[in-house]
């Protein structure tokens, strides 16, 4: 079974500053799906980003990037220029491959993540 | 852009009473999720459906249920509720992809269901 460790409980940085969100994961698969969401005090659960394992360019979304290490099954999620809107609690998903059908995300177990202005 | 709906959106039980959350999914997607957030807790996968068939299944109780409709909407049933069953519980949809491409899960408000 897959696993997905986030090994950060909590993280506080200032207002602009660059931040990084470490996760780690276990699985024997070799095509998989890893996403970062966001779940801010509205418990709404928002997709912030998702990388491909057969990619081997890192995803960006503007100030969201992440550094992919495939053989280190590390996923780490960059903030940069962060905003107070940026305080939320972060989860690490991964999603393996099947042929056909639904396939479930497993979640870290999450990194609050708080923006002091 | 349209999203997943939830209802309802806050629900409040007492223990061994029976609830029914409500799905409905972004236009044109045909996978639906349920997803169980306790307290302080990441989401907990509990059952998911692809063009109105199980698909997986998850950490679900058997005092609970769920089906896919023809309109792809989709139905978590909870029978004999108990306090442990207070949580946010999440559905996600998502498009089944071509060639095996594993489509991204987007996710609804959540319904808050607390048992007293």
């Known amino acids: 079974a897959q696993t997905v460790t986030q090994s950060q409980p909590e993280m506080s940085v200032q207002e602009a500053e660059t931040v990084t969100l470490s996760c780690t994961y276990d699985?024997?698969?070799?095509?998989?799906?890893l996403f970062w969401y966001k779940q801010p005090p509205s418990r709404q659960m928002i997709l912030v980003i998702r990388?491909?394992?057969?990619?081997?360019q890192n995803a960006t979304e503007n100030r969201f990037s992440v550094n992919f290490q495939k053989a280190a099954k590390s996923f780490s999620l960059k903030i940069s220029d962060s905003q107070l809107g940026d305080t939320a609690m972060y989860f690490c998903?991964?999603?393996?491959?099947?042929?056909?059908?639904?396939?479930?995300?497993?979640f870290g177990q999450g990194t609050r993540l708080t923006i002091n202005p | 852009a349209a999203g997943v709906i939830q209802s309802p959106r806050h629900l409040i039980k007492e223990k061994r009473e029976t609830a029914t959350l409500k799905c409905y999914p972004i236009?044109?997607?045909?996978?639906v999720y349920w997803y169980q957030q306790g307290p302080g807790q990441d989401p907990q996968f509990l059952i998911s459906?692809?063009?109105?068939?199980?698909?997986d299944k998850g950490s679900i109780p058997d005092r609970f249920s769920a089906q896919q409709f023809s309109d792809y909407h989709s139905e978590l049933n909870m029978s004999s509720l108990e306090l442990g069953d207070s949580a946010l519980y999440f559905c996600?949809?998502?498009?089944?992809?071509?060639?095996?491409?594993?489509?991204?899960?987007?996710f609804g408000p959540g319904t808050r269901l607390l048992v007293l």
């Open positions: 996600a949809s998502s498009l089944e992809g071509l060639a095996g491409e594993q489509e991204t899960q987007y």
């Open positions: 699985t024997s698969e070799n095509n998989y799906y």
């Open positions: 990388q491909e394992a057969y990619k081997q």
């Open positions: 998903a991964f999603m393996g491959s099947i042929i056909q059908g639904a396939q479930k995300l497993v």
């Open positions: 236009p044109r997607h045909d996978t």
């Open positions: 459906f692809y063009e109105k068939m199980q698909s």
